[in-house]
């Protein structure tokens, strides 16, 4: 299966993810924790991170995996 993550990073420290498997975000800082209730709350934000699973990844998979099983 394909999983999609979208993490966010301030001075090389994780403070938030999205992590397609879980459908949420998550914070990992008391700022991500804040944002991750705030975005989680937010359908438009949430419902946005979720659809990039379709929209992104697997169209591209599928373009990246035909490429790769054409040259072998």
Do not use: M, P
């Not at 299966?1 to 992590?19: A, Q």
Request: net charge negative; aromatic share 16%.
């Amino acid at each position: 299966g394909i999983e999609y993550i979208d993490s966010y990073f301030f001075n090389k420290v994780e403070d938030i993810r999205f992590n397609s498997t879980v459908g949420r975000f998550v914070g990992y800082t008391e700022y991500g924790v804040k944002n991750a209730e705030a975005w989680n709350s937010d359908a438009g934000i949430l419902g946005q991170e979720q659809a990039e699973l379709e929209r992104f990844c697997k169209h591209n998979a599928d373009i990246y995996y035909s490429a790769i099983r054409d040259k072998t």
